[in-house]
Structures are given as C-alpha cells and as structure tokens.
C-alpha cells in the first residue's frame, strides 16, 4: 500500500491552525504573515528575505546568502546589506484574536451577564416579578383563591398553591429541577417525551378540582391538566384547551386502541355518569367499541352523529305530527303555525323550555268533551281525577252552572244539571260509555263520537285521550296512560347554543317538513354543521367549541350508580 505524500507546496509556517487565539493581522486583508503570531499573540515576521551563511570549500572565509522561499518570490536580488541582514524588510504584523478567541470571549460575557441578571432577579425583592411568565387567569387570580392557598399578600405562598417548590428559594428550585424526570441535562429523554403525563403540579389541581377526573372512565393514561389548562396567558378567562391537545390522543391508532381495551372491561353504568339534574336526556346505547375512533377534526374525518349514523328513534309514545301542524293547521287568529309557536328559548337563550300541555297545548287542544258548553273540560295530567271528573258529571254541572249563572236559583241549577245530563246521554249513551270514549276515543277507531269532530273554525274538539297519549286498560282500575317522555337534550356528549345560531331558519337544520312520525329525530346532520364550523364556512370548529371532557371521579360515579 502506498504511503501518502505530503503536498509539494505546504508551508507549515504559514498553516492557520483553527484552535490559536491569535493571527496576523494582515490575514484580514488576504496578505497572511509568513511567521506568526506564536501562542502569546507576538509577531516575528520582520524581513522577506533570510540570510544564510555560505562556506565554499578551499575558502576560509565564508559569506551570507540572501534566501527567501519560493512563495515568496524566491531568492533576493539584492543583499546582504554591510550588517549582514536581507533587504525588503516588511511592516511588522498587528496581532488580532482569531474567530474562535472572538467566540470564546463573546460566549464568556453573555454567561457572565445571564449569571448576573439571574442573580438579580431571583433576589428577594424581585423575585416573584421576575420568574412569573405572566398574569393569572381570572380564576385563579381572585382574593378567594389567594385566601385559599393562604397568600395573604405573600407572592411565594400564592405561587405554591400550584408550585410546590415555592416557598424553597433558588436553591429549592434548582433541586426540584435537577429531581424532575426527565431532568434538565437529560437532552435525550426530554427529546422523547410524548403525551403530557401527570406531574406534582397537576397533583395540586386536583386539590382543588376534586368533583371531577380527566376524561371518561376508559382512559388508559390520564393528561397532564396544564398541558390543556395552560395558566399566566393573561388576566382574562382562561384560555381553552386547543385541538393539539384532543387529537394527541384521538388522532393515535395506538392510544385509541388502549382506551378500547380499557373500556371493554367496564362496565356499562361506568359510563352512564352524566347528571340529569332533572332534566330528561336522550341515552343512546353505547357503541361496541365506545367513541374510540380516529379523528383530526370536525370537518374532516369526525363521525356522523350517533343518533343519525345509528337511526336511532325517540321512545316517545306522546302521538305528535310537525308535518301537519305546521302545514294544515292555522292558529284561532289565522296565522300559520311555526316552530317558535311552541318552542320558546329559555332565560339564557341556549336551549329551549320543556314542551307543556298547558303552555303549548291547550290553547289549540282543549279538553272540551261536551259540545254545547265550551267552558267546561277535564282536568289534564292525572287519569284518576279524569275518572272522577266523569263520574261525579252532575257535580261538575252544577258548580258550572253556578258560574254561568251567578243568581241563578236552586231549583234552576238543578233544571240546568238534569238538561244537560239527559244531551250527554242522548248524545253518548251511559256514563260508562263516555268514560270509555274519553280514555279510549282515538278519533280512528272505536269507541268515537261528536266529542271528535274538529269544527270549521275555532280549537280542535277533544277527541278522547287515546289521541294523543298511549292508553291501556286496567280491568276495575283507572286506564294507564303513559306519561309523555320528551328529552330536553339530545347529544349529551355535546353542548349547543341556540342563541349563537338564532339568524339561521329553524328549518335550515331541523326537516320538520317531511316527519309525520313521534318518533322522528330532527337532528341535523354532522354535514350540515360542517357547513359553517369548518375552514371553508369561516366558523369555530376546535373540539373545545362542542366538546367538554370531564367526567365525574369514579366514587361519585360509584354513589350516584347506588342512587
């Protein structure tokens, strides 16, 4: 193998070694000195030329030479001069620190600076000032939560409500870093730090947020609270948690496949832990692999709400037409019906009032069983006073006839009850008869009579119970009629404002035109919604905007499955 030779034309004296704090100052200008600086910063370039001294052979006396190298211009014409120095001599060379002396020294002054500035700053009285990245939000920035954590004015007890190491000064602080996993000089493991996981900080939230856990109860791995609730970004509401937070997990084949395998060992009522607080909601059954399926956003690859991708219907028995009312069916003033007839927004705007007989019913719909006397009708809502409405009939008659008639006489009170009494049994044949057209008459079917006839103007006749409600026999017992179940939330993994959307035509998401059926449900579409909560319809589409993810800890999840 050959061995390599070195270049013909290196000049090791002119060789700019990298690591020298010093060159030549001429090197700036693309003229190098041919020797120097040395390690202490001083020149020795003085002449071009060297002299060299020659003995001839057969001489005694020798003579100098005058040298200088090839790069140089090789040998001098002229010299030595009488003291035996060369000729040309050049401007001695200014030293200069090199690029890395530069660095070195730079890097050194801003060390020394931050170090400074540090000490300054994390001094007693500046301190609290200087480390907080901002201001709290307006939660945790109130009198309250200062009292809460025992503040009383003191910024470092403020601080640890959240921030454990606190109170413990800057040496605290460093131990409690260097204690932290992974640690600040572990590069690599913080380079490989995925998913937000709990922290000591996040154990101090809970302290504080004991009514509630993470998320639902198949989680494989809780997220840190501060990754999604991030604080010091201002002394307004605090800021929602964005997509990247929610998409770290429903965007993962791997995590959404963990929380399947969780979830499949829980039971069913682990999930039901919504509150009702009185109000009726809509339970769709849960899928067979739970909400586990991969999502970046809504208007891309989100699901088709469950209650439309499922076809699920409303339970409902209550016997109700939005095609017909709001088509065929004009108001006692002759104005059509609308959706805003009956649905009335609540005192906040957001979700509508609970569907009553009384409120939206009855002005249409009386409970006029008697044809010839308007003001008189059966009581709504209970079947046994319905029952004992119609067989204490001559009762009902004379206290309305008193009414009618304010003077009248005994004797025409009773006149006017046995008149009335012999039109109904004309009319209806005997009492048990009518009791049976009232809880049974569907207007359809047997047993019906004049008490279903709808007149050319004026509210609609009471056809019979059976009309509206699911009615069934009970042999010597009151008729059980089922109570109407109307939900008052429908998507309760969900929330929705009707407020924000009050410029958009009810119709717009809700196809009442075409549902002749109680158990139709006038949901929109996850593609209508998309419409306008996507980039394209330039309307909010972040999770946060429909989506809340809390869920009640699992020993009130526990108590509330024993209630």
């Known amino acids: 193998m050959k061995e390599q030779l070195p270049s013909p034309d290196f000049d090791s004296g002119q060789y700019a070694r990298p690591n020298q704090n010093w060159i030549c100052g001429h090197t700036g200008e693309g003229k190098p000195c041919r020797i120097g600086p040395d390690q202490k910063g001083r020149c020795r370039a003085s002449f071009e030329c060297q002299p060299a001294f020659e003995l001839k052979e057969g001489e005694t006396k020798g003579r100098y030479r005058c040298t200088r190298s090839a790069q140089q211009g090789g040998p001098c014409n002229l010299g030595p001069l009488p003291t035996g120095a060369c000729s040309r001599p050049i401007p001695k060379c200014v030293p200069v620190r090199s690029l890395r002396a530069k660095r070195g020294l730079f890097t050194v002054s801003v060390v020394a600076f931050t170090v400074g500035v540090l000490l300054l700053g994390l001094s007693r009285p500046f301190r609290a000032r200087f480390v907080s990245p901002g201001e709290l939000s307006a939660q945790h920035g109130t009198a309250t939560f200062a009292a809460m954590a025992g503040a009383a004015g003191n910024h470092d007890a403020s601080c640890a409500a959240c921030h454990q190491a606190a109170p413990a000064g800057l040496s605290g602080w460093v131990k409690s870093a260097m204690a932290a996993t992974p640690a600040p000089l572990q590069f690599r493991a913080m380079a490989a730090v995925g998913r937000a996981v709990m922290t000591s900080l996040d154990d101090r939230c809970q302290r504080c947020h004991t009514g509630h856990a993470f998320h639902q109860p198949n989680v494989a791995k809780d997220h840190s609270c501060s990754a999604c609730h991030q604080e010091h970004r201002g002394p307004g509401p605090m800021h929602a948690p964005s997509d990247d937070n929610c998409i770290s997990c429903h965007a993962s084949a791997e995590a959404m496949e963990a929380s399947f395998a969780v979830g499949r060992a829980q039971p069913a009522i682990a999930f039901d832990y919504r509150p009702e607080q009185g109000r009726v909601l809509f339970k769709a059954p849960r899928p067979e692999r739970g909400y586990t399926k991969i999502i970046h956003s809504f208007a891309t690859d989100h699901p088709q709400f469950q209650v439309l991708a499922d076809k699920l219907k409303d339970l409902d028995t209550l016997k109700f037409d939005h095609q017909l009312h709001l088509t065929n069916v004009a108001l006692p003033n002759g104005k059509k019906l609308n959706c805003s007839d009956c649905h009335k927004p609540d005192a906040a705007g957001v979700y509508y009032l609970k569907i009553s007989y009384e409120e939206n019913c009855k002005s249409c719909h009386p409970l006029q069983f008697d044809v010839d006397n308007s003001g008189l009708v059966l009581p709504h809502g209970d079947a046994a006073h319905v029952r004992d409405f119609v067989r204490s009939l001559p009762e009902q008659y004379a206290d309305f006839g008193a009414k009618k008639k304010e003077n009248a006489s005994r004797h025409d009170l009773e006149n006017f009850v046995q008149k009335q009494i012999k039109q109904i049994r004309e009319q209806l044949g005997s009492g048990e008869e009518l009791e049976q057209r009232i809880f049974f008459s569907d207007a359809r079917t047997a047993p019906v009579a004049r008490i279903g006839e709808r007149g ?45 959307h009050f410029k958009v035509a009810c119709a717009t998401c809700h196809d009442t035109e075409h549902s002749r059926q109680t158990s139709d449900i006038l949901l929109p579409s996850k593609q209508t919604c998309a419409a306008c909560h996507s980039e394209q319809g330039g309307v909010a589409h972040d999770c946060s905007t429909c989506h809340g993810y809390h869920s009640p800890r699992k020993e009130q999840r526990t108590i509330q499955a024993a209630r």
Do not use: M
């Open 456 to 500: 050319a103007v004026g509210a609609a006749r009471f056809p019979g119970c059976a009309y509206c409600h699911e009615v069934a026999p009970s042999g010597n017992e009151v008729p059980q009629v089922t109570i109407p179940t109307i939900p008052d939330r429908w998507l309760i993994r969900a929330r929705f404002d009707h407020g924000k």
